[in-house]
C-alpha cells in the first residue's frame, strides 16, 4: 500500500492538472495543498456520506472536519484500493447506474491530503458538493413503521428471523413503482425482505402475528410461520447493507391487489452487537398504472434448498466453485402470480447474494445461439456491502436463453458449511427484477 500511496504522489507531483480535474476550484485551498472544506468535503458529500453518517451502517461518520482527519490514513488507504466507494461490479462487461467509483483525479487529491496531515481549510466557504449519483426514491407515497419496536433475541446461530405485518391495508389496486427501507438498527439487521401476500392469504398472517405474545412472528427460512405451511409469497422487494432505495425501472412496478397484506421479513443478526430494539421503516413509491408489470425473482438451485447437505463447503477448502444454469421462467412463475413470461422476460437489474465465504460470483445470460452476456460480475464479494445494480439498458431473455448462475466461496474455518439461512451458513443466489416483454 505504501508503494501505492508513494507513486500517487509522484504522480501528483508531475501533474497539477490532475488536482484541477478533481477539485471545484474553490478560494481558499491550492493544487499541492487540497485542503477538507474547499477539496475533500465536496466528495465527501457527494459519495461517501449515504453510509458515512451518524446511526448509518459505516463505521464512522464523514460529515465533520474532525472524524475525517482521525480516520484520514484509513480513507486514503480504502480509497487508493478503491475498496471505498464500495462498487464490486467488474467492468467491461456493461453499464451500470448509480456508479459511485472516484476518478482517477479524487483518489489523488484525498490521498495528498491524507499525507499533509489532512488540512482544514477555511469552513466559514465550504466547497458545495459534487453531484451525487446514488439511487433515490423519487417520491414516498406511502411510509409505513413496524406496529412496535422488537427488540431480537441472541440464538446459538446469532440469527433471529422476524416477520411483521406492515399497517398498510390498499383498498384499491396498485402499484408499488420504487421502494426504499431505513433500518431501525442498521448494526443488528442482516437483510430485510417486503413479501406480498394476497388477499386469500391476508387472514393466516395476521392470525399468525396476533397468536405470537412478542411484536411479529417467528418466520425461519420464509415469510411463512415457522414450522407452517409455505404459502407461496411474492417477492416484492428488499434490503441489504449497502443498498439505496430507488425507483423501479421506468415504466414498470408490482401490483398489489386490494386486501393484499405487506410481510416484512428482517433477518437479525447479533454478532458483534448487543440487542436493542428495532423499528424499521418502509417506503414506497406507488402509482395508478404502469406499462409493464414486473417482479422480484429469485435465481437457484432449488436442489440447494431442498437438500442443503448438496451445497457443501468443506472444512479448508480454499476455493469451491456452485454454479446452476437453467431456464427459470418456471421459477420465476411461482413468485409472478398471474404475469406471462411465455414470450420470455425483460431483465432491469440484478442482485447477487453470498454470504461470509463468498470470494466470487457471476450471473451470465446464455443465449440460444450461444452468445453469452455477463449480468454481473463480482470479483470481490463483500458480505457487508451488497447492493442491485441496476442496468444503464435492460437485457432481453428470449424463448430458448438460460441464465447461469456462479459463486465461489473459500471456507479458512473447521468446519464445513452447507446450505442455511444463518450468516454461519452459506447461500448462492441472485434476485432478478424482471418485467413483461
Known amino acids: 500500500m505504501r508503494r501505492a500511496i508513494v507513486i500517487v504522489v509522484v504522480g501528483i507531483a508531475a501533474s497539477v492538472s490532475v488536482f484541477v480535474a478533481g477539485r471545484g476550484g474553490a478560494p481558499g485551498s491550492s493544487p499541492l495543498r487540497p485542503t477538507y472544506y474547499q477539496d475533500v468535503k465536496p466528495i465527501f458529500e457527494g459519495r461517501c456520506t449515504g453510509c458515512h453518517v451518524a446511526g448509518g451502517i459505516a463505521p464512522f461518520a464523514l460529515t465533520r472536519y474532525e472524524t475525517a482527519r482521525r480516520n484520514r490514513k484509513a480513507i486514503a488507504a480504502a480509497v487508493g484500493s478503491r475498496t471505498m466507494p464500495p462498487w464490486h461490479a467488474e467492468s467491461g462487461h456493461r453499464r451500470y447506474l448509480y456508479d459511485p467509483s472516484l476518478t482517477t483525479a479524487q483518489i489523488a487529491l484525498i490521498t495528498r491530503w491524507a499525507t499533509l496531515s489532512g488540512p482544514r481549510g477555511n469552513p466559514a466557504q465550504p ?84 397468536q405470537d405474545a412478542r411484536p411479529g412472528y417467528g418466520c425461519y427460512g420464509g415469510p411463512s410461520a415457522t414450522g407452517r405451511t409455505e404459502l407461496g409469497f411474492q417477492f416484492l422487494a428488499g434490503w441489504v447493507p449497502g443498498s439505496f432505495g430507488a425507483d423501479f425501472a421506468p415504466g414498470t412496478g408490482v401490483r398489489v391487489d386490494a386486501g393484499s397484506r405487506l410481510v416484512l421479513q428482517v433477518h437479525y443478526n447479533l454478532d458483534g452487537t448487543a440487542a436493542r430494539p428495532d423499528r424499521s421503516v418502509v417506503e414506497l413509491k406507488l402509482d395508478d398504472a404502469v406499462k409493464k408489470r414486473a417482479v422480484f425473482a429469485p435465481l437457484v438451485d432449488a436442489g440447494w ?133
Open 305 to 437: 434448498i431442498l437438500s442443503p447437505a448438496s451445497f457443501r463447503i468443506p472444512a479448508g477448502r480454499r476455493r469451491l466453485v456452485h454454479s446452476f444454469t437453467a431456464d427459470p421462467r418456471s421459477l420465476f412463475s411461482l413468485f409472478a402470480g398471474d404475469m406471462d413470461f411465455s414470450r420470455g422476460f425483460v431483465i432491469h437489474s440484478v442482485l447477487h447474494h453470498m454470504h461470509r465465504l463468498g470470494t466470487r460470483g457471476r450471473v451470465t445470460l446464455e443465449h440460444g445461439s450461444g452468445r453469452r452476456e455477463v449480468l454481473l460480475s463480482v470479483r470481490r464479494w463483500d458480505f457487508n456491502w451488497q447492493r442491485e445494480y441496476h442496468f444503464a439498458e435492460p437485457e432481453r431473455f428470449e424463448p430458448g436463453d438460460r441464465l447461469s448462475l456462479r459463486c465461489e466461496h473459500a471456507n479458512p474455518t473447521r468446519r464445513a458449511r452447507t446450505w442455511g439461512e444463518n450468516s454461519s451458513d452459506e447461500m448462492c443466489i441472485a434476485f432478478l427484477y424482471v418485467s413483461e416483454p
Open 127 to 210: 466547497a458545495p458538493a459534487i453531484p451525487s449519483v446514488a439511487p433515490r426514491l423519487s417520491r414516498v407515497d406511502v411510509r409505513t413503521v413496524m406496529r412496535r419496536s422488537y427488540t431480537p433475541r441472541r440464538r446459538a446461530s446469532g440469527d433471529d428471523y422476524r416477520c411483521f405485518v406492515l399497517p398498510w391495508k390498499p383498498d384499491r389496486q396498485t402499484y408499488v413503482t420504487g421502494f426504499n427501507v431505513r433500518p431501525g438498527r442498521p448494526q443488528e439487521v442482516h437483510h430485510i425482505i417486503l413479501f406480498l401476500a394476497a388477499p386469500a392469504k391476508a387472514r393466516a398472517v395476521e392470525s399468525w402475528e396476533a
